[in-house]
């Protein structure tokens, strides 16, 4: 069975670009979430879904950031524009419903904006 | 609101030494507890978890770690630590049926010298 799938796993981009980042939870899994993980401030959540539907994003930096999950099987977290103090590693995880779930954490996305 | 403390930033090991990392949270009902490993430049996975039940638990990798509800501690032992222990180690927090949203520590970095 596969895991998490998240892509690109590494992505280097200049200030001001929009960044696009992808997620592919695990079959039967009805909740995603998406990390970010830097040096300073450690493993941070930043939005997560249930059911496709956005629960808590009071995570989210601020309006630059953006994320959806049109089905249950993809979600995207979007940044733009882009500048280097988001830098950072971001990742996904999913987990099934009922209570005790427990989430499975993809590879992760290493994010360098320039 | 809820929080986790880990009360290490960064332990120093010899191998065969037996190992302790400590962690408490803040919150009085029901809770789900979890310890993640990230080993350099890799996701987080699950190392064990407690629902329920004994509250011994044990996990991959001969690690195992104990629920004192008294305490709000949930710590992680390993007996003898090898090499290949060397990473980082985060304690997690979840409340009970809201949604499995997680509380993460700060992560204790772990260097197992050979």
């Known amino acids: 069975d596969a895991g998490v799938i998240q892509s690109p796993r590494h992505e280097v981009t200049e200030m001001g670009q929009e960044v696009t980042l992808r997620c592919k939870p695990i079959?039967?899994?009805?909740?995603l979430f998406w990390y970010r993980q830097t040096m300073m401030r450690g493993l941070e959540l930043l939005i997560y879904f249930n059911n496709n539907v956005p629960i808590d994003d009071s995570g989210m930096p601020e309006d630059r950031f953006s994320a959806k999950m049109p089905n249950a099987s993809f979600s995207t977290l979007k940044i733009q524009p882009s500048e280097p103090r988001d830098s950072a590693v971001y990742f996904c995880a999913s987990s099934s419903p009922g209570g005790r779930e427990t989430q499975y954490f993809g590879p992760g996305t290493r994010l360098t904006v320039l | 609101a809820q929080s986790v403390s880990q009360h290490n930033h960064h332990v120093i090991l010899s191998e065969a030494a037996s190992l302790e990392l400590g962690c408490n949270y803040s919150?009085?009902?029901?809770?789900?507890l979890f310890w993640y490993v990230q080993y350099p430049g890799q996701h987080l996975q699950l190392l064990l978890k407690?629902?329920?039940?004994?509250?011994l638990v044990k996990g991959i990798k001969g690690f195992e770690a104990e629920f004192i509800k008294s305490k709000f501690s949930f710590n992680l032992r390993k007996p003898s630590v090898q090499w290949s222990d060397t990473a980082e180690y985060f304690c997690?927090?979840?409340?009970?049926?809201?949604?499995?949203?997680?509380?993460f520590g700060q992560g204790t970095e772990l260097s197992v010298k050979p």
């Open positions: 079959s039967g899994h009805n909740s």
């Open positions: 919150y009085g009902g029901t809770v789900n």
């Open positions: 997690a927090v979840s409340i009970y049926n809201q949604g499995g949203k997680l509380i």
């Open positions: 407690y629902f329920s039940g004994d509250p």
